[in-house]
């Protein structure tokens, strides 16, 4: 078996449980059909009833899949999503949870990363991110401070924590592969101060093009920087106000993830946080746009109320 089938089996069998029979529908579009393909190969293994449907690559991060895959997916009982786009932040995946689907999204998954990632102790990632989740919810603010100038306030009162776990067994449960986070969607309109994004962002180079965002009353103000800079103003240009809404906390749980400049696997690694903009409507938040980037910082100090959770990257009392 190879290493890329080894690790479409871990899909199936360990984070998502298919079962015989099990209706399983896996969405692809054309530069994932490999990993669509091998993880479909997975499931007809185990003897699912799998069926594999390829769309366009959507134009954003958050955006729609055609009405006819969104009407699938409330059908099945586990859809997998590999696509270059990420569809976890749309209205067709809660809708599909909330009818008892198990699902998974994939975006900008390669088959390096999997075989990578996807080998990680799962159980001790879901012990870490149920922890940091709880300790997101019990805080009224948090506080991130990093050595590239990042100074940040959030208000997270009244806000639920999320561990993504990358155990996804009962009926609705949802999270993305490879995974390792605990995340929240902070007070809309209460976010005060700047982050620097050091990791990736929108095609930010890892550790050299730097994008640094002014943040007054829960918005991004001002995006300043180079190229990458440039092209993250380009990108939520099209969406107005609510693009640029501070969206989501989230701290990276998974120890074999690697800062590569591909974020499904960028915002997973320990050393890091991330704060995302545009839409939180999926994580408790208010705000819908299709539109959500994370934005990486590295060797972050957190901290919630009094406690200090992180220091200079590293996590204190997992």
Do not use: W
């Amino acid at each position: 078996m190879s290493e890329l089938a080894k690790a479409a089996q871990i899909v199936v069998k360990d984070c998502l449980a298919v079962e015989a029979e099990e209706e399983v529908l896996v969405v692809v579009d054309q530069l994932r059909q490999e990993i669509g393909e091998a993880i479909y190969q997975a499931g007809e293994n185990i003897g699912a009833e799998v069926m594999l449907i390829k769309m366009l690559e959507r134009e954003n991060h958050g955006a729609e899949p055609p009405t006819t895959i969104a009407e699938a997916m409330k059908d099945a009982d586990v859809v997998i999503m590999p696509t270059t786009k990420s569809l976890s932040h749309t209205a067709a995946r809660v809708e599909a949870c909330k009818s008892g689907t198990r699902a998974v999204t994939l975006p900008g998954i390669t088959a390096e990363m999997m075989k990578r990632t996807l080998n990680a102790d799962y159980q001790r990632i879901k012990e870490r991110s149920e922890s940091l989740a709880e300790k997101l919810s019990r805080a009224k603010k948090a506080k991130i401070t990093a050595p590239n100038g990042t100074d940040l306030e959030l208000v997270l009162e009244e806000r639920k924590g999320h561990p993504d776990t990358g155990i996804y067994h009962q009926p609705g449960d949802f999270g993305n592969l490879p995974a390792g986070e605990a995340y929240i969607a902070p007070l809309e309109g209460k976010a005060n101060g700047k982050f620097v994004v050091d990791g990736s962002m929108s095609g930010a180079e890892v550790h050299t093009d730097e994008i640094e965002l002014i943040v007054a009353d829960g918005y991004v103000t001002d995006i300043k920087g180079g190229t990458a800079a440039e092209k993250l103003k380009e990108i939520i240009a099209p969406y107005g106000q609510d693009a640029r809404n501070i969206a989501e906390l989230g701290i990276g749980t998974n120890d074999q993830a690697q800062l590569i400049g591909n974020i499904l696997e960028d915002e997973k690694v320990m050393s890091t946080v991330h704060v995302a903009i545009g839409d939180n409507s999926t994580m408790g938040g208010e705000i819908e746009v299709a539109s959500h980037l994370d934005g990486i910082i590295e060797n972050p100090t957190v901290k919630l109320d009094n406690e200090v959770i992180m220091k200079d990257g590293k996590i204190i009392k997992e």
